[in-house]
């Protein structure tokens, strides 16, 4: 069975952590980036330097004609994707009260609209096949919920309700669709909160670190394959302990 990954926002963090870990487990990866074009680039040089195989593709995950024409150029270019990485987010932190709906909109818009339409993009093959792996990332908040982080937290359960529907009409298909829940992970995303915020994360974290993205991209490479054949719509959380 061929190996193909899709992984969306692998220019940097837990994307490229993911990226990199698929590669040296012998997968062929399509790379995907929003603007950061120049760093995906120099991550396909570096996995291609090892040995792999990949290519870059770049689309707006929640502009659906952009993001089902990446994902079918990945599948000419670099054969059927079998597993699909919804790993694209994005997150804002500010009172309930000061939230627009244009940020509202914006943040279902990558955080769940992204997903649904590259489920779509890649189901044809995978159903033709009868085989296939979709792993979504959400996060702690979205099984917890966060006090300033509400529409995030919202669109994160939204991702896990959309993991355990999708994994239930897929069973019969032969698809299986999981998800991580990453608690504090040292990225972009979390470096933007400040110093003093993280130490403070870190403080509450019971393993008394932060997460890094490669522990994240273990958990994701181990739904990617028959290592979790018969685990699905299953929420795994990674988080050092934080929401225990
Ligand atoms: P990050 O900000 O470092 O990376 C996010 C990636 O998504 C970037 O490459 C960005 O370019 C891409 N992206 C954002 N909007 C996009 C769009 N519209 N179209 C295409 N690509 C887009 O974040 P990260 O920490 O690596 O997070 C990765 C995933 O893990 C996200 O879904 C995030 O919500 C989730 N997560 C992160 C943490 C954490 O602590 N870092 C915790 C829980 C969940």
Redesign the pocket.
């Known amino acids: 069975m061929e190996k193909t990954a899709f992984v969306?926002?692998?220019?940097?963090?837990?994307?490229a952590a993911v990226a990199r870990r698929l590669s040296r487990e012998g997968w062929t990866v399509a790379l995907?980036?929003?603007?950061?074009r120049e760093a995906a680039e120099m991550l396909a040089q570096e996995l291609q330097k090892e040995g792999g195989r990949c290519a870059v593709y770049t689309?707006?995950?929640?502009d659906r004609d952009a993001i089902t024409a990446a994902i079918q150029r990945a599948e000419e270019e670099l054969g059927p994707i079998s597993l699909l990485v919804n790993?694209?987010?994005?997150?804002r932190q500010e009172l309930f009260q000061d939230v627009t709906p244009e940020t509202w909109r914006r943040i279902f818009?990558?955080?769940v609209d992204?997903p649904f339409y590259a489920c779509q993009a890649v189901l044809p093959h995978m159903l033709h096949v009868k085989h296939g792996s979709i792993v979504n990332?959400?996060?702690?908040?979205g099984l917890r919920g966060a006090s300033c982080e509400v529409a995030?937290a919202a669109s994160?359960a939204a991702v896990i309700g959309l993991t355990r529907s999708l994994a239930a009409e897929l069973a019969p298909s032969g698809i299986r669709v999981n998800c991580v829940?990453?608690?504090?992970?040292?990225?972009?995303?979390?470096r933007q909160l400040g110093e003093e915020t993280m130490a403070q994360l870190r403080e509450e974290t019971p393993v008394g670190r932060l997460?890094t993205?490669e522990d994240?991209a273990q958990a994701v490479a181990f739904f990617a394959d028959d290592r979790s054949a018969f685990i699905t719509g299953q929420v795994l959380t990674a988080d050092g302990g934080f929401i225990l």
């Open positions: 969306t926002g692998s220019a940097r963090g837990i994307g995907h980036c929003l603007r950061s689309a707006d995950v929640a790993n694209a987010g994005i997150a818009a990558v955080n992204g990332l959400s996060s702690i908040w995030y994160k829940a990453p608690g504090v992970i040292a990225t972009d995303m979390v997460g993205p994240i």
